[in-house]
Nanobody, 116 residues
Framework: EVQLVESGGDMVRPGGSLRLSCVTSGFTFSNYEMTWIRQAPGKGPEWVSSIKRDGDRTYYAEFVKGRFTIARDNDKSTMYLQMSSLQPEDSALYHC?????????WGQGTQVTVSS
C-alpha cells in the first residue's frame, strides 16, 4: 500500500521558518519524481515544488522561489520542504505527492499557519 505521511506543520509568526517532512512507504521512492502541493481554505490545490528522482533538478512556483527549498533522501524514502520567510499567504494544508505533472498519490497533509 502506497503511503505518504507529512509532518512538521505548525503555527509560526511572519518571517519564521519550518521544515516539512514526507515519509513514504509501499513503493520504490527513488523511481519517482515527488511534489509538494498546498491548499488554503476555500481555494484549489496549488503546486509548490517538485524534485526529480535523484534530486538533481528542482522546480519551484514563482511565489516560493528563494524562500523554500525542496530536498529528498532516497535512502530514507523521505522528502523535505524547508520553508523560510513565511508569510500569512503561505498558510495552507501542505501535501506531498508522488509524481510530477500529475501526481498519483497524495498524503493527508500537514497544516502550516502563519500569523502574528
Amino acid at each position: 500500500e502506497v503511503q505518504l505521511v507529512e509532518s512538521g506543520g505548525d503555527m509560526v509568526r511572519p518571517g519564521g521558518s519550518l521544515r516539512l517532512s514526507c515519509v513514504t512507504s509501499g513503493f520504490t521512492f527513488s523511481n519517482y519524481e515527488m511534489t509538494w502541493i498546498r491548499q488554503a481554505p476555500g481555494k484549489g490545490p496549488e503546486w509548490v515544488s517538485s524534485i526529480k528522482r535523484d534530486g538533481d533538478r528542482t522546480y519551484y512556483a514563482e511565489f516560493v522561489k528563494g524562500r523554500f527549498t525542496i530536498a529528498r533522501d532516497n535512502d530514507k524514502s523521505t522528502m523535505y520542504l524547508q520553508m523560510s520567510s513565511l508569510q500569512p499567504e503561505d498558510s495552507a494544508l501542505y501535501h506531498c505527492a508522488r509524481g510530477g505533472t500529475i501526481p498519483s498519490y497524495w498524503g493527508q497533509g500537514t497544516q502550516v499557519t502563519v500569523s502574528s
